[in-house]
């Protein structure tokens, strides 16, 4: 794998790492039941890098088809809803 997968978008307006777009250096897609970003933090201001480039840094779903050794294989990847859903996930 020679690319970053970024995440594409994120309405998950109650995090704060979402200021028009993800600004988390990078995240964790993780989750127990669903897959979910793990990053996804709630507090009373909106925090990370200046710009919105949020990339994933880890995938923990091993059930994920774009999961390559821990890594997001997909070209981007949406972050949806109130539980920061990966919508991106597909099961093998």
Do not use: K, P, W
């Not at 979402?18 to 201001?45: P, Q, R």
Request: aromatic fraction near 4%; charged fraction near 15%; glycine fraction near 8%.
């Amino acid at each position: 794998m020679s690319t970053i997968t970024q995440v594409s978008s994120c309405t998950t307006t109650a995090c704060a790492f979402n200021n028009e777009g993800c600004t988390a250096f990078a995240i964790t897609v993780g989750g127990a039941d669903t897959a979910a970003c793990d990053t996804f933090t709630t507090l009373d201001l909106r925090a990370g890098l200046s710009d919105a480039h949020g990339q994933v840094g880890a995938c923990q779903r091993l059930d994920c088809t774009h999961n390559e050794a821990l890594m997001c294989t997909a070209s981007g990847i949406s972050i949806t809803g109130d539980a920061a859903t990966c919508a991106d996930y597909s099961a093998r």
